[in-house]
T-cell receptor, first 112, second 114 residues
């Protein structure tokens, strides 16, 4: 059974810092890995999707990497801003039509 | 822009009431999902559907049922609401086979059962 772990559970940084969020999974036979952002009381917003054949994806200040062999993904946020404060979740899908397994998320606070 | 719409953002119901949560997507996606999210328990899958009139149990289907009569609409039904079903409910959709499998979520429905 796939298990997804995100460490740390919470992270607080000063504005302007570069930071890395971690996601690890137990079964390397994945179809894709997706990073989401969730603001309090809201739904999940997709940030980046990495297919199993890819090593990384970039969008603006965000870069996500995938290392299937070690069961790890990282989300790199450059030059963090207070508006980046949110909970970040990763999700792993084993087959295209299958269900996703989610980590519990990392709650990020960026202090002005 | 892709869109998953959940009809009610906030609902307050009484114990024993029948509750319908509606979800509509405009992306012609085959797959649709219902999750609930609770502090300390993360996202848990209730039911999902691969196609019209198809449904599969997720990890916590007890106390819930679903309906998918049209491709764009996936309804979650609480036949007799109980206080332990107070939660945030999230609907999601994704395209079918030979696609990226990217998940798209709605804004969520916060249900309180008194």
């Amino acid at each position: 059974k796939q298990e997804v772990t995100q460490i740390p559970a919470a992270l607080s940084v000063p504005e302007g810092e570069n930071l890395v969020l971690n996601c690890s999974f137990t079964d390397s036979a994945i179809y894709n890995l997706q990073w989401f952002r969730q603001d309090p009381g809201k739904g999940l917003t997709s940030l980046l999707l990495i297919q199993s054949s890819q090593r990384e994806q970039t969008s603006g200040r965000l870069n996500a990497s995938l290392d299937k062999s070690s069961g790890r993904s990282t989300l790199y946020i450059a030059a963090s801003q207070p508006g980046d404060s949110a909970t970040y979740l990763c999700a792993v899908k084993v087959t295209n039509a299958g269900k996703s397994t989610f980590g519990d998320g990392t709650t990020l606070t960026v202090k002005p | 822009d892709v869109k998953v719409t959940q009809s009610s953002r906030y609902l307050v119901k009484r114990t024993g009431e029948k509750v319908f949560l509606e979800c509509v997507q405009d992306m012609d996606h085959e797959n649709m999902f219902w999750y609930r999210q609770d502090p300390g328990l993360g996202l848990r899958l209730i039911y999902f559907s691969y196609d019209v009139k198809m449904k599969e149990k997720g990890d916590i289907p007890e106390g819930y049922s679903v309906s998918r009569e049209k491709k764009e609409r996936f309804s979650l039904i609480l036949e007799s609401a109980s206080t332990n079903q107070t939660s945030m409910y999230l609907c999601a959709s994704s395209p079918g086979t030979l696609n990226t499998g990217e998940l798209f979520f709605g804004e969520g429905s916060r249900l309180t059962v008194l």
